[in-house]
Structures are given as C-alpha cells and as structure tokens.
C-alpha cells in the first residue's frame, strides 16, 4: 500500500514562508522520486520541485525562492517556499513515482499522490 500525507499548508500573506511536508508509508517510502506539484483553480496541474536519486529539480520561475530535500530515515519531503507570492496560491500534491529523468515534470508520470495541502497567500 503506498499512502503519501501532505501538510504544512495555510494563509500567510505576501513575503511570508511556508514548509510543507509529505510523509511517505509503504511502499512510496522505497520510491526514488518524490515531488511537488501544484494546481491552481481552473489551472493545469503544474511541477514544481522533485527530488530524485539525492538531485533535486526545481522549476525555473521557482527558484531561488523555494527548495526541495528529502529526508530518507523520516521518509519525509520537504517543500520550503520563501517570499510567497499570491500567484503562489494553489493546492499543493506531493507525488511519489518512478518517471524518467525527461517525464520528471509531467504529472501522468506519477502514479501515487496525495490528498493536497492549501496554501493562500493574501496580498
């Protein structure tokens, strides 16, 4: 059974920081990719950080603000995100899974997700 339980999320406002955590059991434990994504109302599902075999992926808008680690004896992720935005505002997945390095930003590439954590950041 592989369960991945996201929290973490909240209402901050502009220039705050958030980090949120997705706690890995079963089998997603073992999993060498783990990741984030987010998605907006009406939006696609959008990628936003992984980590995969000790490297870490970031999207290119996102950093320098967020980052991504892994801690393998908490089977834990880590989602630290600095000077949140508004447009930050979204439900936030935590994704466990096995893609190849070219499908790591593709969501269809992920078999195991969470429930979802909020985060709104007022302006």
């Known amino acids: 059974q592989v369960q991945l339980v996201e929290s973490g999320g909240g209402l901050v406002q502009a220039g705050d920081s958030l980090r949120l955590s997705c706690g890995a059991s079963?089998?997603?434990?073992?999993?060498?990719?783990m990741a984030w994504f987010r998605q907006a109302p009406g939006e696609d599902r959008q990628f936003v950080a992984a980590?995969?075999?000790?490297?870490?992926y970031l999207t290119d808008s996102m950093r320098g603000r967020f980052t991504i680690s892994r801690d393998n004896a908490k089977n834990t992720v880590y989602l630290q995100m600095n000077s949140l935005k508004p447009e930050d505002t979204a439900v936030y997945y935590c994704?466990?899974?096995?893609?190849?390095?070219?499908?790591?930003?593709?969501?269809?590439?992920?078999?195991?997700w969470g429930q979802g954590t909020q985060v709104t950041v007022s302006s």
């Open positions: 980590v995969r075999l000790g490297n870490t």
């Open positions: 994704a466990a899974g096995t893609p190849i390095l070219s499908s790591l930003r593709h969501s269809s590439a992920y078999a195991n």
């Open positions: 079963g089998r997603a434990s073992r999993l060498p990719t």
